[in-house]
């Protein structure tokens, strides 16, 4: 045989192997593709229940309308819930969902309310509680809960809730923020320092003037530190960058709050919350709140000037954000299996109550959920889709009306 024939029969037997060998590893790496996936499947169906719609008048739904009571719930968790707390309502941090949610809360458990003197929802812009901006309970009446805008004085607080109030704040990554603070009280509630910004590019023009645009006074201004502004930072730290001289007062933050949710690990922070407080998954339920359709124009120009503008609600953040992973870690291991779980369940309830919105023949029906490891069997009927859904003027001025019958007007809000 000639050595040319030899070279092809080597040739061709060479591409086979090659062929065989990438036949194999194909199959290989299909085998570890379909198995990984149907062990993703399996875990993730693991925190999967059975949760149901039913019309109220069927057997099914009287039959499993209750399982385990509130109270046994509460013994499985190890505690009692709390309800003294104060939310520090902090601006464009998803902070009117909590609100809802905590609204909701003191709303099933008639619970007293610190609620503002003059406007439906707002306590205040630039100042903490005082004699003149919050309404009156009887003297022998005490409040439980506080959740409307007011900025924070530890001192204030402490003057009209309970000692054993549990202190909550919120916190978001603070570049978005800003863009969310200028575009909704620009185009939404026409703030004037705002709208004497550019329609075309706010951000941009905002950032590079800000001295020609923003307000002199801290308090008065949405989109410079306000998150440090409504966390009631001193005003001499706004004017500097020394974090030595930061530190110390963020330190005191954290003695003071139990707990600084993180906007962009929401609803980790609620199980954090749920836990904390001793509360009932079904007590964090929400449909989200408030928020704003916008397309913002920005550059990685912008995100450096916004560092300059706004240096100290990036330390607030930062800080807060490494205490939050902190107590993340601090948590066990089914932490995150509940939070998977949470997100399934608050999903499938917010779909549930946005159709029954739509369509009213679903008024006569009621989503279950049934008894797990993180909860007791409930229901979510018409009536809870409906606070749900309560805006917080809303049901700021529901609670006002039932903490304050004489307040109230025949056929309108306060």
Not at 273 to 301: C, E, H, P, T
Request: charged share 25%; glycine share 2%; aromatic share 14%.
């Amino acid at each position: 045989m000639s050595s040319n024939c030899r070279l092809s029969l080597l040739g061709r037997r060479s591409r086979r192997q090659w062929l065989h060998l990438i036949v194999f590893t194909t199959a290989v790496l299909f085998v570890y593709v379909v198995v990984s996936r149907a062990l993703n499947c399996s875990n993730t169906q693991s925190v999967i229940r059975d949760w149901s719609v039913y019309p109220v008048d069927t057997p099914v739904f009287q039959h499993n309308q209750t399982v385990v009571s509130d109270s046994a719930l509460r013994h499985q968790i190890g505690k009692e819930e709390f309800q003294h707390v104060a939310f520090l309502k902090v601006h464009k941090t998803a902070s009117s969902t909590v609100t809802n949610i905590i609204q909701r809360f003191g709303w099933k458990r008639h619970l007293n309310f610190i609620l503002p003197s003059s406007s439906p929802n707002l306590i205040s812009q630039n100042e903490s509680i005082t004699e003149k901006n919050i309404l009156h309970m009887d003297k022998d009446e005490t409040f439980d809960i506080l959740c409307n805008h007011v900025l924070y004085d530890q001192r204030q607080f402490s003057k009209y809730l309970p000692k054993d109030t549990v202190y909550i704040g919120i916190v978001r990554e603070p570049f978005a923020q800003f863009v969310s603070s200028v575009y909704y009280y620009k185009f939404k509630w026409s703030v004037p320092y705002l709208t004497r910004l550019p329609n075309n590019a706010p951000i941009k023009y905002l950032l590079q003037n800000p001295k020609q645009y923003e307000p002199k006074r801290c308090e008065n201004s949405f989109t410079k530190n306000r998150m440090s502004v409504d966390f009631g930072l001193p005003k001499e730290l706004f004017y500097t960058t020394d974090r030595k001289k930061i530190l110390p007062y963020l330190r005191k933050l954290h003695t003071e709050f139990k707990l600084v949710m993180i906007k962009e690990y929401f609803d980790e922070s609620l199980i954090l919350l749920r836990r904390l407080l001793g509360w009932n998954i079904q007590d964090i339920i929400y449909v989200k709140m408030n928020s704003f359709n916008y397309v913002a124009r920005v550059s990685y120009r912008d995100r450096h000037l916004h560092k300059q503008h706004s240096f100290l609600d990036y330390c607030l953040y930062n800080y807060f954000l490494q205490v939050f992973w902190r107590q993340v870690r601090q948590q066990g291991e089914d932490f995150h299996t509940e939070v998977s779980y949470f997100r399934q369940l608050r999903s499938a309830i917010e779909d549930f109550c946005l159709e029954m919105k739509k369509n009213s023949a679903l008024h006569r029906t009621v989503f279950e959920a049934k008894e797990t490891e993180f909860h007791s069997n409930f229901i979510i009927d018409k009536d809870i889709c409906g606070l749900l859904m309560l805006n917080e003027v809303e049901f700021s001025t529901q609670l006002k009306w039932r903490q304050f019958p004489h307040l109230r007007i025949r056929g309108n809000r306060i």
